[in-house]
């Protein structure tokens, strides 16, 4: 069966061409060019996967995120033409697992849906917990627990921690870590990883008396240690 996107932005010829290669690479396509009918399409149809553009007339895409962020796990690539380092970190935070600026490659974009299902479909697929002492990090259900309470981690954050933790002590440099959690060559600044670190790292760390579970290696990149009281 194939895989239903929906793509939701204002603009009739980018709907169109994206269709056009989405299409082209076996993917149902559905279409919204608004927030407000994008919502409705989501909670109406059994899709697996939206692109959402952020400048949309009623709702906002931004909005449209944070909604659909408390309703279910859907997948949201953001297509937007604010490439500024703030507004990708602000997507990431929101819960977007990809974002795309415009002008863009309709074929990178497919390759990039084609990732994020990828990736989805093959943490369904393996039955697994990472565990230590006091940490648990459920693969399937993207869960991930600190001394028996819920860590509330957005999809890149999970990604990571689940790259470094199920090798402990292996040296991930910043591009490693982009191809690696991304699943292409991520076409922006490495230190997009750097931020996410240190988010994981503020809801990580400082608790059960752990400190520096994940580790810089100046010069290198990173690494997880989870060192004990």
């Given at each position: 069966?194939?895989?239903?996107?929906?793509?939701?932005?204002?603009?009739?010829?980018?709907?169109?061409?994206v269709?056009?290669?989405?299409?082209?690479?076996?993917?149902?396509?559905?279409?919204?060019?608004?927030?407000?009918?994008?919502?409705?399409?989501?909670?109406?149809?059994n899709?697996?996967?939206?692109?959402?553009?952020?400048?949309?007339?009623?709702l906002?895409?931004?909005?449209?995120?944070?909604?659909?962020?408390?309703?279910?796990?859907?997948?949201?690539?953001?297509?937007?033409?604010?490439?500024?380092?703030?507004?990708?970190?602000?997507?990431?935070?929101?819960?977007?697992?990809?974002?795309?600026?415009?002008?863009?490659?309709?074929?990178?974009?497919?390759?990039?849906?084609?990732?994020?299902?990828?990736?989805?479909?093959?943490?369904?697929?393996?039955?697994?917990?990472?565990?230590?002492?006091?940490?648990?990090i459920?693969?399937?259900?993207?869960?991930?627990?600190?001394?028996?309470?819920?860590?509330?981690?957005?999809?890149?954050?999970?990604?990571?921690?689940?790259?470094?933790?199920?090798?402990?002590?292996?040296?991930?440099?910043?591009?490693?870590?982009?191809?690696?959690?991304?699943?292409?060559?991520?076409?922006?600044?490495?230190?997009?990883?750097?931020?996410?670190?240190?988010?994981?790292?503020?809801?990580l760390?400082?608790?059960?008396?752990?400190?520096?579970?994940?580790?810089?290696?100046?010069?290198?990149?990173?690494?997880?240690?989870?060192?004990?009281?």
């Amino acid at each position: 069966m194939s895989n239903k996107v929906l793509i939701a932005d204002d603009d009739d010829r980018i709907r169109e061409i994206v269709r056009i290669y989405l299409e082209a690479d076996g993917f149902d396509v559905y279409q919204a060019e608004d927030g407000n009918s994008a919502l409705e399409m989501v909670r109406k149809d059994n899709l697996d996967l939206i692109i959402l553009d952020l400048m949309m007339p009623g709702l906002d895409g931004w909005t449209v995120c944070k909604i659909l962020r408390k309703e279910t796990k859907i997948p949201i690539i953001m297509l937007t033409a604010k490439g500024e380092e703030n507004d990708r970190v602000l997507g990431f935070d929101l819960g977007a697992d990809d974002y795309v600026v415009k002008p863009f490659s309709p074929r990178e974009l497919s390759a990039r849906v084609k990732a994020v299902l990828r990736r989805l479909e093959g943490g369904q697929s393996k039955e697994h917990i990472i565990s230590y002492p006091g940490l648990k990090i459920n693969q399937i259900t993207r869960e991930v627990e600190l001394g028996g309470l819920k860590v509330n981690l957005t999809a890149k954050e999970f990604d990571l921690l689940h790259c470094l933790a199920k090798r402990p002590g292996q040296i991930y440099s910043r591009d490693q870590l982009l191809n690696m959690v991304w699943e292409y060559d991520y076409c922006g600044d490495s230190r997009t990883v750097d931020t996410h670190i240190n988010r994981l790292r503020s809801k990580l760390e400082n608790q059960l008396g752990y400190n520096d579970i994940i580790q810089t290696v100046r010069g290198v990149g990173y690494k997880f240690e989870l060192s004990g009281q």
